[in-house]
């Protein structure tokens, strides 16, 4: 069993910046394609980021420019650097990985979920 453990999350103000992290044990971790994904209250799972195990990585517009996924392999750790939040970017988010090899956006793609770690922006 593939674990996922978020931290990072917190308070910030409008045009700060924070830094989540999704840690794993997997052996398996640099075969695996991984995702964030956030949900506000009384809204959908979104999409924020995936990155594929070569290292590709893809961003819907409302992130794009500001948030960048990367992973270290060798510290099973993959990292999304939110930066000039706004507070639409209040969420719980969500970490996801896929041993199916490449990344999709449809989160049903993932395999393993970890617990989610809130990020609350004020203005």
């Known amino acids: 069993q593939v674990q996922l453990v978020e931290s990072g999350g917190g308070l910030v103000q409008a045009g700060g910046s924070l830094r989540l992290s999704c840690a794993t044990s997997a052996s398996i971790f640099s075969r695996m394609a991984m995702a964030w994904y956030r949900q506000a209250p009384e809204k959908r799972r979104e999409l924020v980021a995936t990155i594929t195990p070569g290292g590709s990585t893809n961003y819907p517009d409302s992130v794009k420019g500001r948030f960048t996924l990367s992973r270290d392999n060798a510290k099973k750790t993959a990292y999304l650097q939110m930066n000039n939040l706004q507070p639409q970017d209040t969420a719980v988010y969500y970490c996801?990985?896929?041993?199916?090899?490449?990344?999709?956006?449809?989160?049903?793609?993932?395999?393993?979920w970890g617990q989610g770690t809130q990020v609350t922006v004020s203005s």
């Open positions: 996801a990985a896929s041993l199916k090899g490449t990344a999709m956006a449809d989160p049903m793609w993932y395999d393993y």
